[in-house]
């Protein structure tokens, strides 16, 4: 399907629509996982600990140009946005116009100060080094690799040289830990591209060939979530 904002098009991934129709795909999906209690029990309570983490990674009081890429349920993007003076710019890029509606909604008066736009992560269409930093914020771990290479290399390529990508997601947990066999059987039923990330450093798909200054990570939780910081 072939969907159109102003002059922002863009083609609904089939991997969306075939595994997350469920939790991003229809209004009955915003209007059930839109809740900040829900988002942070499917993250084992463990939500504010990993917005903060990007928040502050991103920096404390932002001036130039900030892209998150994709929607994300809770309250991720109004504190984002709060964290930006005046002379600072978010913008927010989803591919589902349901999200899209939704984050307008989500920030009500707010909105106004928000570029949001309909676009995918795969092939965006902002200019090369035109922000200061970006967000992926759980968004990698449901993308198939072939697209998850181009998000990475797309958010790269989108922050300019200095800049940096922060990225938030999920990670192999402790051999011991106690969560490491239920996310395994929750993930690979539901999440089918998200063990790829248990098993491999996100590194592995940045786009060769393109100079990075620093990757620094961390992990929370036993292991089961990271935190990488790219500077660019
Ligand atoms: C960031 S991820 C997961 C975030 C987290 N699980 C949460 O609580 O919302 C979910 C978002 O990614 C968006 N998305 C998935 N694939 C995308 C793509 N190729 N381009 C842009 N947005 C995409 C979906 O439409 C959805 O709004």
Not at 101 to 119: D, E, P, Y
Request: charged share 20%; hydrophobic share 45%; net charge positive.
């Amino acid at each position: 399907m072939k969907m159109k904002t102003g002059d922002l098009t863009a083609s609904i991934p089939k991997y969306l629509s075939d595994t997350y129709a469920w939790a991003y795909g229809t209004p009955e999906a915003v209007r059930l996982f839109e809740r900040q209690w829900l988002v942070n029990l499917i993250l084992w309570g463990n939500f504010a600990r990993l917005r903060d983490k990007a928040l502050a990674a991103l920096g404390e009081r932002l001036s130039g140009k900030t892209l998150q890429i994709a929607c994300v349920y809770g309250d991720l993007t109004p504190k984002l946005l709060a964290a930006h003076t005046d002379a600072g710019q978010l913008d927010v890029v989803d591919v589902l116009p349901v999200q899209v509606l939704n984050l307008r909604n989500k920030l009500g008066a707010n909105a106004s100060r928000v570029g949001i736009h309909l676009g995918n992560s795969a092939a965006m269409v902002y200019e090369s080094a035109s922000y200061d930093r970006a967000l992926l914020f759980f968004l990698l771990h449901e993308q198939p690799e072939d697209v998850r290479r181009k998000t990475l290399s797309e958010a790269l390529r989108v922050v300019r040289p200095g800049g940096k990508l922060v990225i938030v997601d999920y990670h192999r947990p402790h051999g011991f830990h106690p969560l490491n066999l239920p996310m395994r059987a929750v993930l690979s039923s539901l999440e089918p591209f998200a063990l790829d990330l248990w098993a491999h450093d996100l590194a592995v798909w940045l786009p060769p060939g393109v100079p990075v200054q620093s990757i620094d990570a961390q992990t929370f939780f036993g292991g089961l979530y990271q935190l990488l910081v790219i500077t660019r």
